[in-house]
């Protein structure tokens, strides 16, 4: 069964640093996508960046860039230059290479940015 | 952009009362989700429909019904609200061509049940 784990329930970051959030991965497929979403205390889950297994290079979006590395299965989110806006809880989601586009989600970690 | 509408982003209810939680899309996506959320749990999957009057059975489907009678929209339905269905509740949609399409989220409906 495919499985999603966030190791970090919450984290502290200084303004301006770069900080990493873990996500690990379990699958059985050779093709599958790897997500992660902000949600901010307002409760809207924001798509911020995606990852598929054959892709050779890390995705990148602007300060959100993911560290894919295949063989250890992990998938982690490194934002660059913290912002108080970007204090939220973070999920990491992977979907299998089925039709359906179902999501598979962690459990969730919550950083705060501090000035 | 696309837009996911949920009806309410508060509903208080009683137990054993019938509970409406409705999802709106806009941008013809095939493939509609609801998910239920609860601190250290994540996101779970209640159900799934992947066209007009077709739906699948998420991972935490007991409990719940849904109706998806027109393409743009995703009902949930709780029979017989109960408890511990207090939760936030999730609506997304998601085109289903093209590979590992990302899902589109409404803003949540926190659901108390008293």
């Known amino acids: 069964a495919q499985k999603i784990t966030q190791t970090q329930p919450g984290m502290f970051v200084q303004e301006k640093e770069a900080v990493t959030l873990d996500c690990t991965y379990d699958?059985?497929?050779?093709?599958?996508?790897l997500f992660w979403y902000k949600q901010p205390s307002s409760g809207e889950m924001i798509f911020l960046i995606y990852?598929?297994?054959?892709?050779?290079q890390n995705a990148t979006e602007g300060r959100y860039s993911l560290n894919f590395q295949k063989a250890r299965k992990s998938a982690n989110l490194v934002i660059s230059a913290s912002q108080l806006g970007d204090s939220a809880m973070y999920f990491c989601a992977m979907m299998d290479g089925g039709a359906t586009n179902k999501l598979i989600f962690g459990t969730g970690t919550l950083l705060a940015v501090q000035p | 952009d696309v837009k996911v509408t949920q009806s309410s982003r508060y509903l208080v209810k009683r137990t054993g009362e019938k509970v409406f939680l409705e999802c709106v899309q806009d941008m013809d996506h095939e493939n509609m989700f609801w998910y239920r959320q609860d601190p250290g749990l994540g996101l779970r999957l209640i159900y799934f429909?992947?066209?007009?009057?077709?739906?699948e059975k998420g991972d935490i489907p007991e409990g719940y019904s849904v109706s998806r009678e027109k393409k743009e929209r995703f009902s949930l339905i709780l029979e017989s609200a109960s408890t511990n269905q207090t939760s936030m509740y999730l609506c997304?949609?998601?085109?289903?061509?093209?590979?590992?399409?990302?899902?589109?989220f409404g803003d949540g409906t926190r659901l108390s049940i008293l």
């Open positions: 990852q598929g297994s054959y892709d050779e």
């Open positions: 699958t059985s497929d050779q093709s599958y996508g």
């Open positions: 429909s992947y066209d007009v009057k077709m739906k």
């Open positions: 997304a949609s998601s085109p289903r061509t093209g590979r590992h399409q990302p899902q589109h």
